[in-house]
């Protein structure tokens, strides 16, 4: 059988969709119907049209149910087709309040390092400002009177969940609601790759002897505002491509390359990895507890941070100790060793390391 090829049809985040739901939910309580089809706000300010589903208010009016079916575009993953459900009600004596909860089928945070609530939903932090940006910007004067609680779920999600790495993670009983964009790029297409090596010869044919490898938009937003003196055709946003994009910086004879990349995806690339998807190879936490070790972290911390899933949970337990920066210099540092020991005399290396926020958390060269 002739294997798919696949394209380059972007989709949806679950954080998109689940804003999508409780925004149609909220305008179905103040207009006493939910609408069939409606705009929503995106987490990178642009807004897309999206289709509404199983759409009812409550006899009393004082609730709305809404479901947007997630659509991930030409790299989908398990949760394609997922039934994103938003349940919104008002809530007396607590005017202008919106209270995000997890229903059916979203995940529970039960360990560190996630940077969530343990206990609460896995609605990570941008897909929750989101909902409540897309609640907020219909609730208007509904918002006056009364609190709005609002319940995501996701029907199916628990099972969803089983193909995911949440029981790692320590998030039991669903699925995370996800996305920084709210758009799915198919970053795993041989087009996108394309596109990055790409990139990277167009900064080449200008003469540019300086390229900035970025693993997402937040990475890329971050860069381009600590590096303003750069052209704009030297940002290449690489996503997991890290080696197609050092093999292109190499044979384009790029002097200078700097990466841009969080916790996660530098240690990928710190122990070795060239393609840094998530479901390709496991985050090294030896590696890490080897750097918290070197960094001044006690043995009891070490063996934790070894124990771990994810690379967050070590850079949350170095702040704790207070040793964050001299930890994330260090991680920056292995990364530049690992590379160059790959590419000896190629260029040269500088990695900035940021937070989920975009503030830098070190620079090293």
């Known amino acids: 059988m002739k294997k ?18 409780a925004r149609a ?52 993953d398990c949760t394609n087709g997922a039934h994103l459900t938003a349940d919104v009600r008002l809530i007396e004596a607590k005017a202008g309040e919106v209270i995000l909860k997890g229903g059916e089928g ?13 206990g609460g939903a896995a609605i990570n932090p941008i897909p929750r400002k989101n909902i409540e940006a897309n609640v907020r910007e ?38 995370s609601i996800l996305g920084t964009t709210g ?46 003196e750069l052209e704009p055709a030297c940002f290449v ?23 841009g990349g969080m916790v996660g995806k530098l240690t990928k690339m710190a122990q070795g990895e060239v393609i840094t998807h998530a479901n390709r190879k496991a985050v090294n936490t030896d590696l890490l507890a080897e750097i918290a070790k070197a960094c001044g972290a006690p043995e009891s911390v070490c063996v934790e941070i070894s124990a771990a899933e994810t690379a967050r949970f070590a850079a949350e337990r170095m702040e704790d100790l207070g040793l964050e920066q001299v930890f994330y210099q260090a991680l920056a540092q292995r990364t530049i060793d690992t590379l160059t020991a790959r590419y000896p005399n190629a260029f040269s290396l500088r990695v900035l390391v940021c937070d989920f926020s975009g503030n830098q958390l070190a620079d090293v060269s």
């Not at 119907?33 to 999206?50: D, I, Q």
């Not at 709005?148 to 099972?159: A, F, K, Q």
């Not at 690489?238 to 700097?258: R, Y």
Request: net charge negative; with cysteine; aromatic share 4%.
């Open 183 to 228: 758009i799915v790029h198919p970053y795993s297409t041989a087009a996108f790759r394309a596109s990055v090596v790409q990139g990277i010869e167009v900064a080449a044919k200008q003469g540019q002897d300086t390229v900035v490898l970025t693993t997402g938009g937040r990475t890329e937003k971050f860069v381009i505002a600590s590096l303003p």
């Open 237 to 259: 946003q690489m996503g997991d491509f890290l080696g197609p994009a050092l093999d292109a910086c190499k044979k384009e004879g790029i002097q200078h390359i700097i990466i």
């Open 25 to 76: 939910a909220t305008i179905g309580l103040i207009m006493g119907e939910v609408p069939h089809e409606l705009e929503s706000l995106l987490p990178n300010e642009t807004r897309v049209k999206f289709l509404i589903h199983d759409g009812m208010v409550g006899d009393d009016g004082k609730s709305a149910h809404a479901m947007c079916i997630k659509d991930a575009g030409d790299d989908p």
């Open 106 to 118: 979203v995940g529970v945070i039960t360990m560190r390092g996630l940077g969530l609530e343990v």
């Open 138 to 175: 219909v609730a208007g004067e509904l918002l006056e009177e009364y609190g709005l609680e609002v319940t995501i779920s996701v029907p199916d999600g628990e099972e969803m969940a089983k193909k995911t790495l949440n029981d790692r993670l320590g998030i039991i009983g669903g699925i």
């Open 4 to 21: 798919r090829e696949r394209g380059t049809r972007k989709g949806f985040t679950t954080g998109a969709n689940a804003a999508t739901a």
